[in-house]
């Protein structure tokens, strides 16, 4: 197997103002314990880390009360 050093993306313009300017992030997946996304974006954003966790709010019923809830999209 070759590994090669990847090539670097430049996310502005090839000439003209903003050249540079903006920097593209490199993405990567966590894997975390079931349940434990939203306090693992917690613990990420205290440390300064920008994370994204898709979430959908939804309405539980029970016979006594209805609650608002924010679901995980990806488990």
């Known amino acids: 197997m070759i590994l090669t050093k990847p090539k670097s993306v430049n996310a502005g313009p090839s000439s003209g103002t903003g050249e ?11 894997l975390v ?4 996304e939203k306090k693992v ?5 205290k440390m300064g ?6 979430v959908q709010q939804q309405i539980h019923q029970w016979s006594d009360r ?4 924010d679901t ?4």
């Open 20 to 30: 540079g300017v903006a920097h593209s992030k490199r993405w990567y997946v966590a």
């Open 33 to 36: 314990r079931m349940h434990h």
């Open 41 to 45: 974006a917690e613990r990420l954003s």
């Open 49 to 54: 880390i920008d994370s994204f966790v898709p």
């Open 66 to 69: 209805r609650k608002m809830d």
């Open 72 to 75: 995980v999209l990806l488990p």
